[in-house]
C-alpha cells in the first residue's frame, strides 16, 4: 500500500456531492460498506488478475451513509494492489465462474500485492484526486 500525501485528507462535504462527483471521474463508491465508513476506488491500471487501485476513504460525520446528505470527511488516499485467481475453482460457485468467467465473491491472493514504480502509481493516484478536488470545488463555490 502507497499513502498519499494529499489535501484532499480532512476535507468534509456532502456523500451525495462526492459520490456525483467522484462518479464523474469515473471512480466507484464501493458497494461493501459500513454506515459510518466507506471508500471511493478508482482503478488504475488492470491486466489478468492483477489490478492496482486508488483509494479514498471517508468517514461519516452526520447520518447514514447510503443517504446523500450524510457528512463525510476524507480520510488519507492510497493506492493498492490486488492479486486474483483467473483460472477456474473448484467449488461451489465453478458453474457461475465457468459459465461467466467471473467470481465475484472470489478473495484477492494478495489484498496489499508488490507495487512496482511505485512513484509512477503515487503520481496516478494524486493526479485523480487532484481532479476530483477541483471539480468538487467548482461545484460547491457555483
Known amino acids: 500500500m502507497l ?9 468534509r ?4 456531492i462526492a459520490r456525483e462527483v467522484f462518479e464523474s471521474h469515473g ?3 464501493c458497494s461493501n460498506f459500513e454506515y459510518h465508513h466507506g471508500k471511493f476506488d478508482s482503478v488504475l491500471w488492470g491486466e489478468g488478475g492483477e ?9 461519516v460525520l452526520e447520518g447514514e451513509l447510503d443517504h446523500s446528505k450524510a457528512y463525510i470527511e476524507f480520510g488519507t488516499p492510497y ?16 458453474l457461475l465462474t ?19 514504480e511505485k512513484s509512477r502509481w503515487v503520481l496516478a493516484g494524486e493526479q485523480v484526486v487532484e481532479r476530483v478536488l477541483g471539480s468538487m470545488n467548482e461545484l460547491l463555490s457555483s
Open 79 to 94: 493506492v493498492i494492489k490486488h492479486v486474483v485467481h483467473v483460472g477456474l475453482d473448484y467449488d461451489e460457485n465453478s
Open 13 to 16: 462535504t456532502y456523500f451525495g
Open 27 to 29: 471512480c466507484s463508491f
Open 51 to 59: 489490478t492496482i487501485y486508488l483509494r479514498i476513504p471517508f468517514k
Open 3 to 11: 499513502k498519499l500525501n494529499s489535501v484532499i485528507t480532512g476535507k
Open 98 to 116: 465457468t459459465t461467466t468467467g467471473l467470481n465475484q465473491f472470489q478473495e484477492p491472493l494478495d489484498k496489499d500485492g508488490l507495487i512496482r
